[in-house]
């Protein structure tokens, strides 16, 4: 694996699922429900923010 090219797909998903037991460690349904739609939203800013920036730089 390359610096360039970044973890794999597989070794992401493995990130994700250990950052989400950790942050949900000890918390209840409805705070967990809480941080889901914070990262969910923080997610869709990145990925709009991306969009934007690879549309401007394809003009």
Do not use: K, W, Y
């Given at each position: 694996?390359?610096?360039?090219?970044?973890?794999?797909?597989?070794?992401?998903?493995?990130?994700?699922?250990?950052?989400?037991i950790?942050?949900?460690?000890?918390?209840?349904?409805?705070?967990?429900?809480?941080?889901?739609?914070?990262?969910?939203?923080?997610?869709?800013?990145?990925?709009?923010?991306?969009?934007?920036?690879?549309?401007?730089?394809?003009?």
């Amino acid at each position: 694996m390359s610096a360039r090219s970044g973890p794999s797909g597989e070794a992401l998903t493995a990130a994700a699922v250990l950052a989400a037991i950790q942050l949900t460690q000890g918390r209840t349904s409805e705070q967990a429900a809480v941080l889901a739609a914070f990262f969910t939203t923080l997610g869709d800013a990145i990925a709009l923010i991306a969009a934007q920036n690879a549309h401007r730089d394809g003009c």
